[in-house]
T-cell receptor, first 113, second 113 residues
Framework: GENVEQHPSTLSVQEGDSAVIKCTYS??????FPWYKQELGKGPQLIID?????GEKKDQRIAVTLNKTAKHFSLHITETQPEDSAVYFCAAPFQEYGNKLVFGAGTILRVKS | KAGVTQTPRYLIKTRGQQVTLSCSPI?????VSWYQQTPGQGLQFLFE???????NKGNFPGRFSGRQFSNSRSEMNVSTLELGDSALYLC???FGGGDEKLFFGSGTQLSVL
């Protein structure tokens, strides 16, 4: 079936360093790529998204890049802070499910102070 | 604007019982999607309701069902509970007009003993 692969599964960085999380998807028709942040005891929160007509989008310290030809997209967090520690999920819509989002397995990000 | 509200937050049931979970979407949102989150399988799409009709469905057995009311509130039901149904059940709402931005609630943590 369709899937989204996400790497790495865990990532530890020093406060102030950058973090990069990468995802690949299999449905070439996918045209919307969101990233979600999930903190303990909460549901996933949308932090940034990108549509296939742009290659990069920034919002303060976070950015997402998209390579539609290679079918992969990445989340970049600069100047990481302890409050960035959470689980991050990428997602993409799949025709198989009526364009509902299929999620990657998640990345546990730990920012050490 | 109030977010997505899920009740109850925690549930403990025994094998063979059935359970009903409730979700109130963001005001104005007509689509409600349900996801199951487990450590082993991640976030998996259960089904989506729009205008009181199931619009899309994931790969879950018929024991998992749902419905949506005229005020867009949704319920999901799991019958004949199994140990493997223990999970965080997340509800997400959206406008439903093709915009895939999903807004999640905090989930219902179901434990099956």
């Amino acid at each position: 079936g369709e899937n989204v692969e996400q790497h790495p599964s865990t990532l530890s960085v020093q406060e102030g360093d950058s973090a990069v999380i990468k995802c690949t998807y299999s449905d070439s028709a996918s045209n919307y790529f969101p990233w979600y942040k999930q903190e303990l005891g909460k549901g996933p929160q949308l932090i940034i998204d990108i549509r296939s007509n742009v290659g990069e989008k920034k919002d303060q310290r976070i950015a997402v890049t998209l390579n539609k030809t290679a079918k992969h997209f990445s989340l970049h967090i600069t100047e990481t802070q302890p409050e960035d520690s959470a689980v991050y999920f990428c997602a993409a819509p799949f025709q198989e499910y009526g364009n509902k989002l299929v999620f990657g397995a998640g990345t546990i990000l730990r920012v050490k102070s | 604007k109030a977010g997505v509200t899920q009740t109850p937050r925690y549930l403990i049931k025994t094998r063979g019982q059935q359970v009903t979970l409730s979700c109130s979407p963001i005001s104005g949102h007509r689509s409600v999607s349900w996801y199951q989150q487990t450590p082993g399988q991640g976030l998996q799409f259960l089904f989506e309701y729009f205008s009181e009709t199931q619009r899309n469905k994931g790969n879950f057995p018929g024991r998992f069902s749902g419905r949506q009311f005229s005020n867009s509130r949704s319920e999901m039901n799991v019958s004949t509970l199994e140990l493997g149904d223990s999970a965080l059940y997340l509800c997400a709402s959206s406008f439903g007009g093709g915009d895939e931005k999903l807004f999640f609630g905090s989930g219902t943590q179901l434990s099956v003993l």
